[in-house]
């Protein structure tokens, strides 16, 4: 079985809102894909993005796997930058090692 | 957009601040399924309430604690209350902290179901559950995420309880962190299970070094006097 990875520019990000933001991860994770977001989602953004995902569990969804690089301090310290976010159907993928800069992640056909 | 959401969260903080000593702190006890959470919150309600009143049932089953429950009126008094350590050595640093035993706080204490980005019914089934059981506990499980999400909304403080057994990097920590540092609420986080052979709470101290961590076993009831003063300090 192949698994498709949709890598995503912080360009595309950027032009969607928030709710399309997340609506596109979700609905992407939910057919199957690992979508890998270039800019990564801010903490508010994946916290609706748990409590989205959460509305849609069922017998054949069980959720996402959510892995990303934790934000970084922007401008004074004020707006912070966000980073890379990796998101994918909790049964499909696996995250195995995680640090502030590195992500190690199984992904298995099921 | 982005200008008008940073002018609301510097209100918030504002009113947060504004309003935080004037009565009673709502503290949210936060973290991942069966960290700890319900037996934490039943030890403080124990201490300082009433030794007989749970708020919830702690078991080994995940997603126990499926509701938010709200305990008004706790008064976390030290002056009051002398509590034993069972493992008095667990911190060195608490013996030469001169107002051990002096904090008082008036609180709600919110337990709050666990945390996840997942819930899939098959795990409960490894517990025993019938199918159907498990399946109903998957979708409560679920209402209980998003009900614990909520409450952030209405938290002045949390205690992000960790599992010192665990590897603490995980994204739900992350993210719960990153919504609270955001909203310019206060937290603890409180490295539990340290009965534990293979507890390591200096590996969440690690990961986490801008935030408090205590060292604390719920259960056991160690090292709970410093915990107190943490949340007096940094919730009155």
Known sequence: MEIKMNLISEDKINSMTSTEKLRFVLDGVKSGDIVVLEGGLTSEEQMKLIELTMTEVDDDFSGIEMSGYPSKKGFLNIRKK???????????????????????AIISAI | MKSKRRWKSILTRLRRALSFRKGTAKIGIYGPPNAGKTTLTNRIIHTFVDENEDVG???????????????????????????EDPNPDLNSESKEKPKRGKAKLKLDVVDTPGLATKIDFHEFLAYGLEED??????????????????????????????????DPYTQTNIIII?????????????????????????????????????????????NMLDLYEEMARRFR
């Open chain 2, 178 to 222: 990153g919504n609270m540092e955001a909203r310019g609420i206060p937290i603890i986080i409180a490295a539990n299970k340290v009965d534990l052979v293979d507890a390591t709470p200096q590996r969440i101290a690690n990961a986490f070094p801008q935030h408090s961590v205590i060292p604390i076993s719920a259960l056991k009831g160690e």
């Open chain 2, 133 to 166: 059981e498990a399946k109903k506990r998957a979708k409560e499980a679920t209402e209980g995420v998003i009900e614990a999400i909520k409450w952030l909304d209405d938290i002045d403080g949390i205690v992000l309880l960790m599992d010192s057994t665990e």
């Open chain 1, 82 to 104: 966000t980073r890379l976010t990796v998101i994918g159907p909790a049964k499909t993928m696996h995250t195995t090692k995680k640090d502030k800069d590195f992500i190690s």
């Open chain 2, 57 to 83: 049932i702690a078991t080994e089953v995940p997603h126990e604690t499926r509701r938010a429950v709200r305990r008004e009126g706790v008064t976390i008094d030290l002056k009051a209350k002398s509590l």
